[in-house]
């Protein structure tokens, strides 16, 4: 079964940056698709960021288009998730999560898998 883990969350100041990394275990990553999700206190999860299986397609919501970049290397069976510029409405809990197939911006029932999620803090 397979298995994600997501890591690179921490406390960082506004306008800073942070990478954050999902690697799966239990069965190649290549065959799935990547969510981004995130849940601030108080609030719903929400997508941020999808990728294809192939890495050739990826998809944004509009608050983090331009500071947020989506990518992956199957080989390693990670995704990254490189966050920039970022923001005290950033703050939240990240997850990651695996579907088998990819359309742009996808619902979370779309997918299967889900990591544990590693917490995100923007504040100076």
């Known amino acids: 079964q397979l298995q994600l883990v997501e890591s690179g969350g921490g406390l960082v100041q506004p306008g800073g940056s942070l990478r954050l990394s999902c690697t799966a275990s239990?069965?190649?990553?290549?065959?799935?698709?990547i969510g981004w999700f995130r849940q601030a206190p108080g609030k719903e999860r929400e997508g941020v960021s999808c990728?294809?299986?192939?890495?050739?397609?990826?998809a944004y919501i509009d608050s983090v288009k331009g500071r947020f970049t989506i990518s992956r290397d199957n080989a390693k069976n990670t995704v990254w998730l490189q966050m920039n510029s970022l923001k005290p409405e950033d703050t939240a809990v990240y997850y990651c999560?695996?579907?088998?197939?990819?359309?742009?911006?996808?619902?979370?029932?779309?997918?299967?898998?889900w990591g544990q999620g590693t917490q995100v803090t923007v504040s100076s």
């Open positions: 239990g069965y190649p990553l290549k065959y799935y698709a």
């Open positions: 999560a695996a579907a088998t197939y990819y359309r742009g911006m996808m619902a979370q029932l779309e997918f299967d898998y």
């Open positions: 990728i294809s299986s192939s890495g050739d397609s990826t």
